[in-house]
């Protein structure tokens, strides 16, 4: 059976379907890759993929290359013959999908992981994208979200079906991989931000609260781990992160394909983030690792802590909510220290080992 993995990048599926992508191999499905080629591609294709080249253009409007990128998708169908089609990342959930009317056969499943900047506020762009999921998802055999909110909102606004949706908590995380070191409380705490270097992140934020505890706590540490977007018109760029590690308020680590190995030196991972997110995949590797978390009381984010218990929420841009939870794992005892990072590790077990999200995957196909 030939099943397609299609996305707006080789990265994506590189790094956050990896795992899935190899039980399906596993499974001896044919897997091949949709997607604009990159040195993930060849990454893929090293697992057993077979490789094909997609023209997308993911942050553009201009119907021009996005007619270009729906013919582009219609030939690919036409060659590979595919039996199943796993969409993920939004362009591609939409298009993908509408390209699919002509191949009423192919089985047809989305993957909806956060909804991005054009939900978070009203306005023709919202009208426009949601009019587009509900032409695309009808032909969807089945929907999975990665969180409540955006299930229940695609529900009420009659773009899917419930029976034919379900809400997953991400895309899961490799427990064998992310997992905990040593627990060493030290005299000073490092912080750790992992994320695309977006303003929808927080990361201002998060340098803005640094550079006020730095003055009160002068030996903790934080540190931005990510990859500046510059095609993105809210990427955070070089020379505002210049400037921030210019007056020692952060350490900028750039953007590293093992995540793990950064984690095992930090004791807390940061996501203040306002976007509305699926479940973030930094969050559950953290949690994994056996790290606090600090997250706002967002969509998506709320997931993957238990305030007080495994890290502490605070307030989508909030200065002050951000600083209070800073000083609160500042001012932890070492036993509710240790207590925090193995509840971290206990949740993922419980909650986010991609296992169980690959199962999901699988009984989809075998259905």
């Given at each position: 059976?030939k099943?397609?993995?299609?996305?707006?990048?080789?990265?994506?599926?590189?790094?956050?379907?990896?795992g899935?992508?190899k039980?399906?191999?596993?499974?001896?499905?044919?897997?091949?890759?949709?997607?604009?080629?990159?040195?993930?591609?060849?990454?893929?294709?090293?697992?057993?993929?077979?490789i094909?080249?997609?023209?997308?253009?993911?942050?553009?409007?201009?119907?021009?290359?996005?007619?270009?990128?729906?013919?582009?998708?219609?030939s690919?169908?036409?060659?590979?013959?595919?039996?199943?089609?796993?969409?993920?990342?939004?362009?591609?959930?939409?298009?993908?999908?509408?390209?699919?009317?002509?191949?009423?056969?192919?089985?047809?499943?989305?993957?909806?992981?956060?909804?991005?900047?054009?939900?978070?506020?009203?306005?023709?762009?919202?009208?426009?994208?949601?009019?587009?999921?509900?032409?695309?998802?009808?032909?969807?055999?089945?929907?999975?979200?990665?969180?409540?909110?955006?299930?229940?909102?695609?529900?009420?606004?009659?773009?899917?079906?419930?029976?034919?949706s379900?809400?997953?908590?991400?895309?899961?995380?490799?427990?064998?991989?992310?997992?905990?070191?040593?627990?060493?409380?030290?005299?000073?705490?490092?912080?750790?931000?992992?994320?695309?270097?977006?303003?929808?992140?927080?990361?201002?934020?998060?340098?803005?609260?640094?550079?006020?505890?730095?003055?009160?706590?002068?030996?903790?540490?934080?540190?931005?781990?990510?990859?500046?977007?510059?095609?993105?018109?809210?990427?955070?760029?070089?020379?505002?992160?210049?400037?921030?590690?210019?007056?020692?308020?952060?350490?900028?680590?750039?953007?590293?394909d093992?995540?793990?190995?950064?984690?095992?030196?930090y004791?807390?991972?940061?996501?203040?983030?306002?976007?509305?997110?699926?479940?973030?995949?930094?969050?559950?590797?953290?949690?994994?690792?056996?790290?606090?978390?600090?997250?706002?009381?967002?969509?998506?984010?709320?997931?993957?802590?238990?305030?007080?218990?495994?890290?502490?929420?605070?307030?989508?841009?909030?200065?002050?909510?951000?600083?209070?939870?800073?000083?609160?794992?500042?001012?932890?005892?070492?036993?509710?220290?240790?207590?925090?990072?193995?509840?971290?590790?206990?949740?993922?077990?419980?909650?986010?080992?991609?296992?169980?999200?690959?199962?999901?995957?699988?009984?989809?196909?075998?259905?």
């Amino acid at each position: 059976m030939k099943v397609v993995f299609s996305s707006n990048t080789a990265w994506y599926l590189y790094n956050f379907r990896k795992g899935t992508i190899k039980r399906f191999i596993e499974k001896e499905y044919e897997v091949v890759i949709i997607a604009p080629t990159d040195k993930y591609s060849y990454l893929l294709k090293e697992l057993g993929c077979k490789i094909n080249h997609l023209y997308i253009r993911s942050n553009s409007l201009n119907p021009v290359h996005d007619s270009v990128t729906l013919v582009h998708l219609l030939s690919l169908y036409i060659k590979i013959k595919p039996d199943i089609i796993y969409n993920f990342t939004p362009k591609i959930n939409i298009y993908s999908s509408l390209v699919s009317y002509f191949f009423p056969r192919v089985k047809v499943i989305n993957n909806i992981a956060g909804l991005g900047t054009a939900f978070i506020n009203e306005g023709m762009k919202k009208i426009f994208l949601t009019y587009l999921y509900k032409l695309s998802q009808k032909r969807a055999d089945f929907v999975f979200f990665q969180n409540n909110e955006d299930h229940n909102y695609f529900v009420k606004e009659k773009i899917v079906c419930e029976s034919k949706s379900k809400r997953i908590l991400g895309s899961g995380v490799n427990l064998d991989f992310f997992k905990p070191t040593k627990i060493n409380k030290e005299d000073h705490i490092k912080f750790l931000l992992v994320a695309r270097l977006i303003e929808q992140k927080g990361i201002r934020l998060y340098a803005e609260a640094a550079k006020i505890i730095k003055e009160k706590y002068p030996h903790v540490e934080f540190s931005l781990l990510g990859p500046i977007i510059s095609n993105n018109p809210f990427a955070i760029h070089e020379k505002e992160i210049k400037n921030w590690e210019d007056l020692g308020t952060l350490n900028y680590l750039g953007h590293s394909d093992n995540v793990a190995e950064v984690l095992i030196d930090y004791d807390c991972v940061v996501l203040p983030s306002f976007y509305r997110e699926g479940v973030p995949k930094s969050l559950l590797e953290a949690a994994a690792s056996g790290k606090i978390i600090i997250t706002t009381d967002n969509i998506g984010c709320r997931d993957a802590v238990i305030d007080g218990v495994t890290g502490f929420l605070c307030k989508p841009k909030s200065l002050e909510s951000l600083l209070e939870a800073f000083y609160k794992v500042l001012q932890l005892d070492y036993d509710s220290f240790v207590k925090m990072k193995i509840g971290a590790r206990e949740l993922a077990k419980a909650k986010f080992d991609e296992n169980i999200i690959i199962e999901e995957y699988l009984k989809t196909a075998s259905n």
